[in-house]
């Protein structure tokens, strides 16, 4: 409430003058009268005076405390000061100043090794199949093209000079059903003279130089066919031979076979 409106008010409660004790009178005569009998009828008509007397009192006394109001000065009251609460502190979660490990990796998948192919065995070797003596080299081997009903047995010749003289035997030991299928050599057919036949338990392969030939300075091979009982056939008994003339003197070489490669 503003200056203003508090003048307002005490000008208004100066100006109205009221009649306090003619108002007094009149309610004091209204409640001291004798009780006048009347129908049920009647007794409705006479309280709207009752209720007058009573309303016109309690006016005048809310009028007299407007104006007592009105005169005493109005301080307005600053309101109540509030204090926010404090904010409660933030709660600080410690940060790992570190790096997380790094996950393990994924265990690899396991694959399963690929089924092995059966291989057919090989045959053993017999005995040492290289041998090398003067201007002679040589080596025996099965022939990896071999199978289990025929086999091929190499060798391979080599010399550093010239030879007047050559006699060639391969032996193929009887396993079982060993029986000849052919034979070749790199050097010219004409040159030898070739004879095949079992003995001593053994298919005997013989190739011999025809006298007035000679065989070249270089390498050479020599090869023996045939066939065995079913399976894979052991070459352990089978050997060869070289015996030749050069013109260094006589030189011989002999070995087994190993399995072919």
């Not at 109205?16 to 108002?23: G, K, N, S």
Request: charged share 15%; glycine share 10%.
């Amino acid at each position: 409430m503003n200056e203003h409106i508090a003048r307002q008010l005490r000008e208004a409660a100066e100006a109205h003058q009221p009649d306090r004790a003619r108002m007094l009178a009149r309610v004091q005569r209204g409640a001291a009268g004798p009780a006048v009998r009347h129908r049920a009828r009647s007794g409705l008509r006479s309280w709207p005076k009752i209720a007058l007397a009573g309303i016109a009192a309690v006016g005048a006394l809310a009028t007299g405390g407007l104006a007592v109001a009105g005169i005493a000065p109005w301080t307005p009251q600053p309101p109540a000061a509030t204090t926010a609460p404090a904010d409660p502190s933030p709660t600080l979660t410690p940060t790992p100043t570190g790096s997380a490990p790094p996950s393990a990796p994924p265990a690899p998948a396991t694959v399963a090794p690929p089924a092995a192919t059966p291989t057919v065995p090989r045959p053993t070797q017999s005995a040492s199949s290289r041998a090398q003596n003067g201007p002679l080299w040589s080596e025996g081997s099965i022939d990896p093209h071999s199978t289990v009903y025929w086999a091929q047995s190499n060798l391979t010749l080599r010399t550093g000079q010239p030879l007047t003289s050559l006699t060639v035997e391969l032996r193929v030991a009887q396993t079982g059903d060993v029986r000849d299928t052919g034979n070749w050599r790199t050097l010219p057919t004409d040159d030898f003279t070739v004879t095949v036949q079992e003995s001593g338990g053994a298919l005997v392969y013989r190739w011999v130089l025809k006298p007035g030939r000679t065989v070249p300075a270089g390498q050479h091979e020599f090869a023996a066919q045939y066939n065995h009982a079913t399976g894979v056939r052991a070459a352990a008994n089978d050997g060869y031979r070289v015996d030749a003339v050069s013109a260094g003197g006589s030189a011989s070489v002999s070995g087994g076979f190993s399995p072919g490669r």
